[in-house]
Nanobody, 114 residues
Framework: QVQLVESGGGLVQPGGSLRLSCAAS????????MNWYRQAPGKQRELVAT???????NYADSVKGRFIISRDNTKNTLSLKMNSLKLEDSTVYYC????????WGQGTQVTVSS
C-alpha cells in the first residue's frame, strides 16, 4: 500500500527558507527515482526537482540555484530545501516517484508573502 505524506510547508517572507519533507511507504524507496512537483489551483502540475536513486539531482530552471533536493534512504524520506523564496513559489508541493503509480499525497502548502 503506497503512502506519500508531505510536510513542512508554511508562511514565509520573500527571501526566506523552508524545508519540505516527504515520507514514503509501500515502495522500495532506495531504488526509486523521486520527484517534487508543485501545482496551483486550475493549473498543470509542474516538475520542480528530481533525484536519482544514486542521489543525482536535476532542477527546473525556475528553482535552480535556490532549491536543493535530497534523500535519506535509511528513513525513506525525500526533502526539498527551498532558499531565497519568491512570491511565485507559492503553491502546493507534492512528491512522487518510481513505484508510486498515479497516487498523490495531500501535498503541503507554501505561501510566500510580505
Amino acid at each position: 500500500q503506497v503512502q506519500l505524506v508531505e510536510s513542512g510547508g508554511g508562511l514565509v517572507q520573500p527571501g526566506g527558507s523552508l524545508r519540505l519533507s516527504c515520507a514514503a511507504s509501500g515502495i522500495i524507496f532506495s531504488i526509486e527515482h523521486m520527484n517534487w512537483y508543485r501545482q496551483a489551483p486550475g493549473k498543470q502540475r509542474e516538475l520542480v526537482a528530481t533525484i536519482s536513486s544514486a542521489g543525482r539531482p536535476n532542477y527546473a530552471d525556475s528553482v535552480k540555484g535556490r532549491f536543493i533536493i535530497s534523500r535519506d534512504n535509511t528513513k525513506n524520506t525525500l526533502s526539498l530545501k527551498m532558499n531565497s523564496l519568491k512570491l511565485e513559489d507559492s503553491t502546493v508541493y507534492y512528491c512522487n516517484g518510481g513505484g508510486t503509480g498515479g497516487l498523490w499525497g495531500q501535498g503541503t502548502q507554501v505561501t510566500v508573502s510580505s
